[in-house]
């Protein structure tokens, strides 16, 4: 598993969750303040990524974390569009993500996974050029990939309770089900 890692690391010091065909590659907005301290992804308590890529059935049993490099026995990955650690990705701008699309354009296309998932919106509208991004799978693939946009995970997202972003996060792992089933 570890020789399917990419080794290379975000300027925030993160590790990118990568292998190339995965199932899913998750792509946050940018990392947060506190996991660039704790040097892991999604560390901060308050963040509900780990508890619901369990609850939508992704993972078996709720990682924490530490243990973000499990992801990919399970066909997940993890990605940023920037790489810049902000407090709140509030304080990005268009300009950071179109600035940014060009490297997770060529990374997509180099690993090629079948779906890659925004965890929210502003990434994928600012990079689509598009002002009317829904929840859900989008019409157009980006990099030769099919694009789900998601709630953020983030405590910060009041918008969505645990029950409804493990709702949205379930429509994937649906299609993913299913498009395995069909292939068999």
Known sequence: MNELINKAELTSGLAEILAPRLSVIFCGLNPALSAQRDGHNFSNR????WRV??????????????EELEMLQYGL??????S???KSASEL?????IAAAPVLEDKIRKLAP???AFL??????????RTDVDWGK???????????????PSGLNRAFDLVKLTEHYREVKFEIDRDKHLAT
């Open 46 to 49: 308050s963040n509900r990524f």
């Open 120 to 129: 929210g919106k502003a990434a994928y509208a600012a990079i689509s050029l």
């Open 77 to 82: 990955g993890l990605t940023s569009a920037v």
């Open 53 to 66: 890529l369990h609850l939508a059935g992704f993972t078996p049993r709720l990682l924490r974390a530490e």
């Open 114 to 116: 079948a779906n890659l």
């Open 93 to 97: 701008k268009k300009s950071d993500y």
């Open 138 to 152: 989008q019409p157009k693939a980006f990099a030769g990939t099919s694009i789900w946009v998601l709630p953020n």
């Open 84 to 86: 810049r650690p902000t």
